[in-house]
């Protein structure tokens, strides 16, 4: 099984191969009961032991990391193990220390991971591990969600592996809003998202534009009348409306299975909506048309956007639900919009 020390690094099979003492005539000296573990919020691998060998000596500490099958091999310092002196082992039951995966910065590759203790008579590798303990270790319970997962294969092997996702993908999707939750919304809004995803993490850029032409007029209505009409002048509103729309919005992914990802953005949005009136002289001819802009359901300012993401193959799914008003003037209306698009992982 395979390991990730770092969910932007590669993988990493671990292998441990124990080199202890060979059996004397009045004492055995060896290394037991070894255990391997993963802490994930610091991202350290966990080793426990015993060593049984005589009280009143030291023993030097080897841990290397070699590139399976047969590359460099790098060793393990001190500056990288916690909770052990390297220098300073005494024999005893129930020994512990961790390694810091992330501070070794290791690069993408297979690697296994050798320990042996200096000072032991007659050092050979010794390929029998107890791994009852280890296969009853909860951390097995699920493997792809950044969880350890340790299972016994060979008494020769110790396995475990920390699964992150492999997905690494760009995409970019081409949507429509179909539905206008917050209000009138006569012009369909069409979007465009382009994004990468890395493993857990993804960034994305979504551009949101309705294509209509937005009229030029300097009168301003308030759902029931027009506050800055002339005077000497009529008008009455017609059944016509339209309406303007743009948004661009940066957004985070944050993947929960390795095809569905949560996204959460924040950027800058638009929308003016227009109402269609009939101008008429003081003696009620009609005169023309034109339009007011509705400054009730206009708005501009911050936006949010919270969806998700559906990987399924090539294919590429997208759907959100944006929010434009979070300062909102008083008596004006925020406006709301769900979208969905769909396109391709390349």
């Given at each position: 099984?395979?390991?990730?020390?770092?969910?932007?690094?590669?993988?990493?099979?671990?292998?441990?191969?124990?080199?202890?003492?060979?059996?004397?005539?009045?004492?055995?000296?060896?290394?037991?009961?070894?255990?391997?573990?993963?802490?994930?919020?610091?991202?350290?691998?966990?080793?426990?032991?015993?060593?049984?060998?005589?009280?009143?000596?030291?023993?030097?500490?080897?841990?290397?990391?070699?590139?399976?099958?047969?590359?460099?091999?790098?060793?393990?310092?001190?500056?990288?193990?916690?909770?052990?002196?390297?220098?300073?082992?005494?024999?005893?039951?129930?020994?512990?220390?961790?390694?810091?995966?992330?501070?070794?910065?290791?690069?993408?590759?297979?690697?296994?991971?050798?320990?042996?203790?200096?000072?032991?008579?007659?050092?050979?590798?010794?390929?029998?591990?107890?791994?009852?303990?280890?296969?009853?270790?909860?951390?097995?319970?699920?493997?792809?969600?950044?969880?350890?997962?340790?299972?016994?294969?060979?008494?020769?092997?110790?396995?475990?592996?920390?699964e992150d996702f492999e997905t690494e993908t760009k995409f970019i999707t081409v949507g429509l809003n179909p539905i206008d939750i917050g209000g009138q919304q006569s012009s369909k809004t069409f979007g465009i998202q382009a994004g990468v995803i890395k493993h857990r993490i993804g960034y994305a850029l979504n551009l949101k534009y309705a294509?209509?032409?937005?009229?030029?007029?300097?009168?301003?209505?308030?759902?029931?009348?027009?506050?800055?009409?002339?005077?000497?002048?009529?008008?009455?509103?017609?059944?016509?409306?339209?309406?303007?729309?743009?948004?661009?919005?940066?957004?985070?992914?944050?993947?929960?299975?390795?095809?569905?990802?949560?996204?959460?953005?924040?950027?800058?949005?638009?929308?003016?909506?227009?109402?269609?009136?009939?101008?008429?002289?003081?003696?009620?001819?009609?005169?023309?048309?034109?339009?007011?802009?509705?400054?009730?359901?206009?708005?501009?300012?911050?936006?949010?956007?919270?969806?998700?993401?559906?990987?399924?193959?090539?294919?590429?799914?997208?759907?959100?639900?944006?929010?434009?008003?979070?300062?909102?003037?008083?008596?004006?209306?925020?406006?709301?919009?769900?979208?969905?698009?769909?396109?391709?992982?390349?």
């Amino acid at each position: 099984m395979k390991f990730q020390s770092n969910p932007l690094i590669g993988r990493f099979l671990i292998i441990i191969f124990l080199a202890v003492g060979g059996i004397q005539p009045t004492f055995a000296q060896e290394i037991s009961n070894i255990q391997v573990g993963y802490v994930g919020e610091l991202n350290r691998l966990e080793v426990y032991f015993d060593l049984d060998a005589p009280d009143n000596q030291s023993y030097i500490l080897n841990v290397y990391l070699n590139a399976f099958p047969m590359g460099p091999r790098k060793q393990v310092l001190q500056a990288n193990i916690y909770g052990i002196k390297i220098t300073e082992v005494k024999a005893g039951f129930g020994q512990y220390f961790q390694i810091d995966l992330k501070s070794l910065k290791l690069p993408a590759h297979e690697y296994e991971m050798e320990i042996s203790f200096q000072g032991l008579k007659n050092p050979k590798p010794i390929r029998k591990v107890d791994t009852t303990s280890i296969a009853k270790n909860e951390l097995a319970k699920n493997n792809k969600e950044n969880k350890l997962a340790m299972i016994p294969k060979e008494f020769s092997k110790i396995q475990f592996s920390l699964e992150d996702f492999e997905t690494e993908t760009k995409f970019i999707t081409v949507g429509l809003n179909p539905i206008d939750i917050g209000g009138q919304q006569s012009s369909k809004t069409f979007g465009i998202q382009a994004g990468v995803i890395k493993h857990r993490i993804g960034y994305a850029l979504n551009l949101k534009y309705a294509i209509s032409n937005s009229p030029s007029t300097n009168l301003e209505s308030t759902n029931t009348d027009i506050s800055n009409y002339p005077v000497n002048a009529f008008y009455r509103y017609n059944s016509q409306s339209t309406s303007s729309r743009m948004a661009i919005i940066p957004s985070f992914l944050f993947g929960i299975k390795e095809y569905l990802y949560l996204r959460a953005g924040i950027g800058y949005g638009t929308r003016n909506v227009y109402w269609g009136i009939d101008q008429y002289d003081n003696k009620w001819n009609k005169t023309g048309e034109s339009w007011a802009k509705n400054s009730i359901l206009s708005q501009n300012g911050i936006e949010l956007e919270t969806g998700f993401n559906l990987l399924i193959r090539r294919f590429h799914l997208a759907v959100g639900i944006n929010y434009l008003g979070v300062f909102k003037a008083q008596g004006s209306k925020a406006f709301t919009d769900a979208w969905a698009g769909i396109g391709i992982n390349f």
